[in-house]
């Protein structure tokens, strides 16, 4: 198990270094010089060197990369080329804001999406699983902004039951918080909930008809345990689709950020992108992987306890 | 069994969600219903650039910035410099020396007091800006005449210049702030309100508390003032109708609605829409050097129905840029290229080019609504253009480097700032006035800088602007409003070169 846990980690740290080079070498192509962007139109030249020589902008491109790299690899992602304060404290201020909805649109998905999957696939035909067919094809043909301005058309403008805009800390209220996610959370998790729902009751099915489930129901176990056994050997595909629905969900987040005006770090890449203010960008990539490392491995982790011999692979 | 339990779950999640919000509705928070005016809660489209003067922009910095920052100088709303920190100021016959008394028993949040030191360290600071400087051009210094009275000398006379200061270029900040550069990080001023950081949320709520002794108390009723930065606007306007702000930056498409919920409604010209020229003299096209080219694509767009049909009707077609609020623009001007697409072809084939010619424009994606309008206009006219497709940070890099762009360009509240931002001075969007290029347009110019503040100067600028409009100098299709809702009870009132007014601007009422 611990060589398992050591291969995951290493090919994490590959992945992670492997990306944020790649994006730092992408950005600068794209971006080109960014002074007039960051002092706007009315920059002298002077002005527009004076900004290149503090960001370091003026040195050659490797060593701006040795630079970045260097002090990335001690967790400093340096400083913002916009307004010049540390990219760690703005991600550090935007990350529970994507956290929080991703996180709670992800919560959703796995509760609600289980709990319909493991129905439909107790009775396929029924009246649930004919819903969730029709579901799944509504939602997949309906755009994400649509479905979130109908949420807040319901729910923050008529019934006034949430705030349309706007995020409020845990620390400030936790109810308030609890409000200000709850509608972008349901308008990511509504796909999620159909797709995890769909997996799980397909797998269901498909384990259900196998022999050994056969053998099970032939020695007399209860219907509880029988259950039990087909959800074990169908949850690993299943676990799989809301492994990936998160990391999905992260990007997913940037236009619900934009329609419920949320300071997360969507909309943070997005403002950093129009400006290019590549340090933020940089730093944005590398949270966002790390992200995505930490649910891969922990996925790894539970399906090599639900099934050991995925960790021989 | 197991279903109708798994059901029951699925249905207790979503009544504990239903219950959730059933059971904190009531607690308030931030969807208290419509007419709550106790706190102003205005939403702006866009985030504040800088906390430093001398780093902000004019737009919709003017919401954050007058908060924190008094100004030497403040407009009226009909863009008319009047007193706040300079309480008189004089000019000098020759009008090149501006002498200042300012106001006594100020302090900034750090304790420093304003004096005329101060003044001038501001004015040397926002001179030396990279976004304020282009105020100060003509400002060849600044010095202390005693501690109440500070004296500015021009190296060139500049009629504009207290306008451009209390537009949004002479905010006031803490000296010692200024010295360290701690203006990055926050602001350090003597304005009406204190900057709640730690209630704030930089680029999503900025918060405010009333000082009770500041000198101009009276001109600002609100406790509290919550500024929202949001770019769509869509976001904006749902907010406006859950209640969660009383003021917004409004798009026009949505006035309908506002009327329907008994909103306060304020429109005002902001900016020109149209074809700017960077080519007036034909070095990169030879075409756009002939007047009647200009004057043929003038005639072959039909700006009323670009601007109905882009702008949701919100403007006033002319082919002006002095603002159709200012004492310039003449109404009876916008006769002159009235939509013809037989005579815009005739004056091509006049001026020699019967088939028309090829030009390269740049395009971005927020001049996309106007593009396909853009592209028949120019087709029927014969004129072939290829579009460079670009982001819009290079659009404005780039854009002066085509012969002629789409633009949408902001108005000046002054008449003699018009002729300074669209005529004279070079601007990202204006990088090579050709006036030296055009005799009559440099005499009407010339004419215009040496005369008498007024009347005198006023009908000079009508002159100009006629001669302007007669060379094409622009192809203007309509000049664009902004639109502002707000609660009734709350009332903003806008000022031609804010995009979004200053706090002063918005009162109850």
């Known amino acids: ?313 | 069994m197991t279903s109708r339990r798994t059901s029951a779950l699925v249905a207790a999640a979503l009544v504990a969600v239903g219950a959730l919000a059933g059971c904190t509705s009531a607690g308030g928070g931030g969807t208290a219903a419509g007419a709550d005016t106790g706190e102003l809660k205005a939403g702006v489209f866009l985030d504040v650039t800088s906390w430093d003067p001398a780093s902000a922009d004019i737009g919709f910095d003017g919401p954050y910035l007058s908060a924190v920052y008094d100004p030497l100088v403040a407009l009226d709303k009909d863009g008319k410099p009047v007193p706040a920190l300079a309480t008189k100021w004089e000019w000098s016959a020759d009008r090149l020396t501006l002498t200042a008394d300012l106001r006594q028993g100020v302090t900034f949040e750090d304790g420093q007091k304003f004096d005329a030191a101060a003044a001038v360290a501001n004015i040397q600071h926002l001179k030396a800006g990279v976004r304020s400087g282009q105020a100060y051009l003509n400002v060849a210094s600044a010095s202390a005449k005693d501690e109440d009275t500070v004296e500015i000398k021009l190296s060139k006379r500049d009629d504009a210049l207290l306008y451009q200061m209390g537009l949004g270029r002479s905010w006031m900040a803490s000296p010692a702030a200024i010295q360290s550069g701690a203006l990055a990080n926050g602001p350090v001023g003597s304005g009406p309100y204190t900057y709640d950081k730690a209630g704030s949320t930089p680029q999503s709520q900025y918060v405010f508390t009333k000082k009770q002794n500041h000198w101009d108390t009276a001109t600002y009723p609100f406790p509290t003032v919550r500024l929202f930065p949001i770019t769509d606007q869509t976001a904006s306007f749902n907010a406006m109708l859950s209640g969660q702000l009383n003021v917004q930056f409004a798009n026009a498409a949505n006035l309908p609605k506002a009327k329907e919920n008994g909103w306060n409604i304020a429109s005002r010209a902001a900016s020109w829409v149209g074809v700017q020229y960077a080519d007036r003299t034909g070095a990169q096209v030879k075409a756009l050097g002939d007047k009647r080219v200009r004057q043929a694509i003038s005639h072959a767009f039909d700006a009323a129905g670009i601007l109905n049909a882009v702008g949701n009707g919100s403007g006033t077609v002319t082919n002006q840029v002095f603002s159709v609020d200012g004492q310039v623009y003449d109404k009876s001007m916008n006769d002159k290229y009235k939509t013809d697409m037989a005579k815009a072809k005739a004056l091509l084939k006049e001026a020699g080019y019967p088939d028309g010619f090829s030009v390269k424009m740049p395009m971005s994606p927020i001049f996309a609504a106007w593009q396909p309008a853009a592209n028949q206009t120019f087709g029927e006219l014969g004129i072939k253009v290829e579009w460079q497709d670009m982001a819009m940070p290079d659009y404005q890099k780039n854009a002066p480097t085509y012969p002629m762009f789409l633009a949408v360009i902001a108005l000046a509240g002054n008449d003699m700032a018009t002729l300074t931002d669209q005529v004279t001075t070079a601007q990202w969007y204006n990088p090579t006035p050709s006036v030296d290029a055009y005799p009559e347009v440099k005499a009407l110019v010339e004419q215009v800088e040496k005369a008498e503040p007024g009347p005198a100067q006023t009908e000079l600028l009508k002159k100009l602007n006629a001669e302007l409009v007669d060379e094409a100098w622009w192809s203007v299709w309509y000049q664009a409003d902004n639109t502002y809702f707000s609660v009734k009870g709350i009332t903003v009132t806008p000022v031609t070169g804010m995009m979004f007014p200053t706090l002063r601007f918005i009162q109850r009422g």
């Open chain 1, 1 to 313: 198990m611990l060589s398992f846990i050591a291969k995951r980690l290493m090919s994490g740290v590959l992945l992670l270094v492997v990306v944020t080079s790649g994006t730092f070498f992408l950005a600068h192509a794209a971006v080109g010089d960014p002074t007039p962007g960051l002092l706007g139109n009315s920059a002298t030249p002077a002005q527009q060197a004076a900004l290149r020589a503090r960001i370091g902008y003026d040195q050659p491109l490797l060593v701006q990369f040795w630079n970045w790299l260097s002090h990335a690899a001690t967790g400093d992602f340096g400083t913002s080329w916009r307004n010049f304060q540390p990219v760690n404290d703005q991600i550090a201020l935007r990350v529970p804001v994507t956290l929080s909805v991703v996180v709670f649109a992800t919560a959703l998905a796995a509760v609600i999406g289980v709990a319909v999957g493991i129905a439909c696939g107790l009775r396929p035909g029924g009246l649930l699983d004919r819903g969730l067919k029709l579901a799944s094809v509504v939602l997949f043909a309906l755009p994400g902004f649509w479905v979130s301005l109908v949420l807040v058309t319901w729910f923050a403008i008529n019934l006034r039951w949430f705030p349309a805009i706007g995020y409020v800390s845990p620390d400030q209220s936790l109810t308030g918080w609890l409000r200000s996610i709850t509608l972008p959370s349901v308008s990511l998790a509504l796909g999620a909930i159909v797709m995890v729902a769909e997996q799980l009751r397909n797998g269901f099915l498909q384990v259900a008809g196998q022999d050994f489930v056969r053998t099970l129901r032939a020695r007399g176990l209860s219907d509880r345990r029988v259950t039990a056994h087909v959800l074990r050997n169908a949850s690993p595909a299943a676990l799989t689709v809301l492994a990936l629905l998160f990391v999905g969900l992260l990007g997913g987040a940037i236009v619900v950020e934009i329609v419920f005006n949320l300071p997360g770090i969507g909309s943070l890449t997005q403002s950093a992108s129009q400006i290019g203010d590549i340090p933020v960008l940089l730093g944005l990539t590398a949270v966002t992987v790390v992200f995505v490392v930490i649910v891969n491995f922990l996925l790894d982790l539970v399906l090599g306890w639900v099934n050991p011999k995925v960790r021989d692979r």
